[in-house]
């Protein structure tokens, strides 16, 4: 119990750090915005199937009909199926390592998952290289939600902070009289 409110407190200190910083305020707006766009995406691929359904007369429960309705239907499954992840996972990478980093990651699997429902539709196979690219993505924000935990924990736990660390190693350090 004593790991878990220390996590609990962490997470509530970066939450409050975040909102504090100016860029914070600025990416905030642009990260939030991916949140808004899954719901539309959501139901748009919702709403598409419901069209197929009225065109290939196949009427709800059934899931089966032609060829091309099912495309559609499984379509939306595969992307519904994938976006609570992805919302999870944007939210740790936003909230743990770069929200403007994670939005724009959000918004490229947003796109990869647009063309992946519109490849499907199309033709199985159409759907393969948006699957690839969108799957890459999402293990890019993987990557990234780790990387900041890892980090948090690191400053939270061992009084070390990686990005500093980093920073000297490199030499990225401001001189005076420039910028990074």
Request: hydrophobic share 45%; glycine share 8%.
């Amino acid at each position: 119990m004593h790991i878990l409110s220390k996590y609990l407190i962490l997470l509530s200190v970066g939450t409050i750090s975040l909102s504090r910083s100016v860029w914070g305020n600025y990416f905030s707006d642009f990260y939030s915005m991916d949140f808004v766009m899954c719901v539309f995406v959501v139901a748009y691929f919702s709403l598409q199937v419901i069209y197929a359904r009225r065109k290939y007369s196949v009427s709800p429960p059934s899931t089966s009909g032609p060829p091309e309705f099912e495309r559609v239907f499984r379509a939306q499954a595969n992307c519904s199926e994938y976006f609570p992840i992805f919302i999870i996972i944007l939210w740790v990478s936003g909230l743990f390592f770069s929200q403007g980093l994670s939005a724009l990651c959000g918004l490229l699997y947003l796109y990869g998952r647009y063309q992946y429902f519109r490849g499907y539709a199309k033709s199985a196979h159409g759907r393969l290289a948006p699957l690839y690219f969108s799957a890459k993505v999402l293990w890019v924000l993987i990557g990234f939600s780790a990387l900041g935990i890892l980090g948090s924990m690191c400053r939270f736990y061992l009084d070390l902070d990686l990005k500093q660390l980093a920073s000297s190693v490199l030499d990225l350090t401001e001189e005076e009289g420039g910028g990074l």
